[in-house]
């Protein structure tokens, strides 16, 4: 079975320095879907889960931003799917544009040929894009690069309300490297996980 997690609870317990058997398991389990939360929100990205379903998009321009997502693999794209739903082909009349860092997409382009006007953009001012596809960077722990697991075990621990000579299992003469936080770069997300997703951060100025 799929693990959807960035990280897990023996990656964090390792990195805390935190007794196997420790009884406040419970808490660190819910923190972990929290931090996949946290870390999709503050970059911006779809990170997990991998699924297949349908989203629709703004169409104000040829290029079309489909923010916090991460496609995978498109299935269809339907221009205008309200009314005329336009049914586009692949090169021809849109491209993706793929980030090399997780072979997803954030955005779409539109050719020049399609006409963006529709009942909904003469009401509005903006047309209509529904995608279907694959969405999601990676569908399991194994899949999740170095960088992004770390600054989810970090932020795991970031969140523990404890300070850390009040954690079961740490040796206080050999503390761990950094101390809970709740500041930092935002979205509750401790600076030094950050610095380690920085280059995914499409809410960064300057990625696109």
Known sequence: MAEIALCSLAQVKLEGRINTNDSDDLIREQLIPDALARLNARTGREFMPHTTATHTFDVT???????NHDLRRAIRVTLHPEYEAIDLVPDVDYELDIDPLTGTAGRIRLAPHLNLMSRRARTYGRARLEVVGEW???????????????AAILTVLSALEKPVTDLPGIDVMDPRPFAPARSGAGWDIPLDAYRKIARYD???IGVW
């Open 61 to 67: 321009s040829y290029l079309v931003v489909m923010e």
């Open 136 to 150: 999601g960077c990676w569908s399991d722990l194994s899949e999740v690069p170095i960088d992004v697991n770390r």
């Open 202 to 204: 499409r809410n960064a």
